[in-house]
């Protein structure tokens, strides 16, 4: 019989198997698409609705926010 401890050494196994397939699966999933696809073309802000500029997508593929508001971000840790 297995005790508390050899299934919780189980649990946590399983779960860091499944989580490094989840990184393995985006990681490739991300490869294969093109940044037109992963980023945004206009800030995720309501607000704002700025259009993101295409060198902006290419460098930074998944790119949701606009220079402006991401600085906003990083600077206050919250969104204009």
Do not use: N
């Amino acid at each position: 019989m297995t005790d508390i401890f050899d299934r919780a050494t189980e649990l946590e196994q399983r779960q860091r198997d499944d989580a490094l397939k989840r990184q393995r699966d985006k990681a490739q999933l991300g490869e294969s698409r093109d940044w037109r696809e992963l980023s945004a073309k206009w800030c995720a802000v309501a607000a704002c609705g700025e259009r993101i500029p295409d060198a902006r997508r290419k460098a930074l593929p998944g790119v949701q926010y606009c220079t402006d508001c991401q600085q906003h971000l990083e600077k206050y840790g919250r969104l204009p």
